[in-house]
């Protein structure tokens, strides 16, 4: 989408910014899913929150 009319290097600059935390976040969200995979599977005991919800949507509210 960025590349649909020309912009500013600041501009570029910063969706490569935005592009690299959002990267960040799903490959934390991988991990965190790897982990519970695998917490599951060797039958270890892991105490689940609501956290990962309430920040996520947070986050995709513009709240933090």
Do not use: P, W
């Amino acid at each position: 989408m960025m590349l649909s009319q020309e912009r500013s290097a600041e501009e570029y600059q910063q969706a490569l910014v935005d592009n690299i935390e959002e990267l960040e976040g799903l490959s934390r969200l991988t991990e965190n899913i790897l982990f519970l995979a695998r917490a599951e599977h060797q039958n270890i005991a892991v105490k689940k929150t609501a956290c990962f919800a309430q920040c996520a949507g947070r986050k995709y509210a513009g709240l933090s």
